[in-house]
């Protein structure tokens, strides 16, 4: 029912590059930037990405974001045992006039 | 640092009202807006609203118009979101969040409907 769409599960193991993809439309990902979060069980989302492909200070460059057309991906390269965790992307949509959600994906590392 | 501190843990019966608080430190509380983001226990986060804290301007979600309303008080720098007619399903950690990519996230606050 969201908006965006996500994958409900990844998986990989250590050292692995993992891709999550984000799936929207012209009112959204189409022309806004996209913004991914990652959350760790019992706290609260910590920022990744911003406008699509930008990293703040402390996160690893091991993440990238990136989009094309309608659909965002986040890639996770060298995947570490704490990137155990969900993520979210996340949007502007027009139509809307608001911000939108993915449903998010569980990432787990095996 | 800067940081949002937010109220405690609330309990409320259906039909009530419930008002949170969200605290800025460390940072110009009027140059950021906040965004307030809830998640329902193992659910995903759900965008609720914007507000500029500096004119007081607001932006509500459709699902939440007519029942929610945020406020600030620039003084003691701190943002209020505040849900009225609450019901069973409005159970949740509501978050408040700095600026439209929300880099910097309280704590969380529980709401129990």
């Known amino acids: 029912q969201s908006v965006l769409t996500q994958p409900p599960s990844a998986s990989g193991t250590p050292g692995q590059r993992v891709t999550i993809s984000c799936s929207g439309s012209?009112?959204?990902?189409?022309?806004?930037?996209v913004t991914w979060y990652q959350q760790l069980p019992g706290t609260a989302p910590k920022l990744l990405i911003y406008?699509?492909?930008q990293r703040p200070s402390g996160v690893p460059d091991r993440f990238s974001g990136s989009k094309s057309g309608t659909s965002a991906s986040l890639a996770i390269s060298g995947l570490q045992s704490e990137d155990d965790a969900d993520y979210y992307c996340?949007?502007?949509?027009?139509?809307?006039?608001?911000?939108?959600f993915g449903g998010g994906t569980k990432l787990t590392v095996l | 640092q800067v940081q949002l501190v937010q109220s405690g843990a609330e309990v409320k019966k259906p039909g009530a009202s419930v008002k949170v608080s969200c605290k800025a430190s460390?940072?110009?509380?009027?140059?950021?807006?906040i965004n307030w983001v809830r998640q329902a226990t193992g659910q995903g986060l759900e965008w609720m609203g914007w507000m500029n804290p500096d004119s007081g301007n607001t932006g509500y979600a459709q699902k939440f118009q007519g029942r929610l309303t945020m406020s600030r008080n620039t003084s003691i720098t701190t943002a209020y979101l505040e849900l009225s007619s609450l019901r069973f399903e409005d159970t949740a950690v509501y978050y408040c969040a700095r600026q439209s990519y929300m880099d910097v996230w309280g704590k969380g606050a529980t709401v129990t409907v």
């Open positions: 460390g940072y110009t509380f009027t140059s950021y807006d």
């Open positions: 996340a949007a502007w949509d027009d139509s809307l006039s608001g911000r939108v």
């Open positions: 406008i699509t492909n």
């Open positions: 012209s009112s959204n990902i189409g022309s806004n930037a």
